[in-house]
């Protein structure tokens, strides 16, 4: 997408600015699929299709500590319950016996301005 990528130099992606602003924000580093390879993709975007049928479906969320809650709950008694298609075990538990919250949902405490984003050229 070009908001995220805005072209390559050889095989290396050259990020948007804007977005790479946005990934600081929020403490994580973007990583751009490789070009022409759809088998690389799919392994990223097939636990999307899974969280959004399995988790989100139907539900709303009144608050990010609600969408939270109700993930550590669904993790404990649905996702975490099956074995990993690829290692074959059981997700790891934290000593606690929960689970920490997924990468995704650990947001940084301010909210990134949406008054950073600039005009686009029409």
Known sequence: ???????????????????????????????????????TKGKIERPFGYIEKNLLNGRTFTSLEHLNEVTATWLANTADLHNHRETKRRPPRSVSGRKAAPAALACAPLRYGQDRVPDREL
């Open 1 to 39: 997408m070009k908001v995220v990528v805005t072209g390559y130099d050889g095989e290396q992606p050259i990020y948007n600015t804007h977005f790479l602003s946005f990934a600081t924000h929020y403490g994580f580093k973007p990583w751009a699929c490789r070009r022409r390879q759809p088998q």
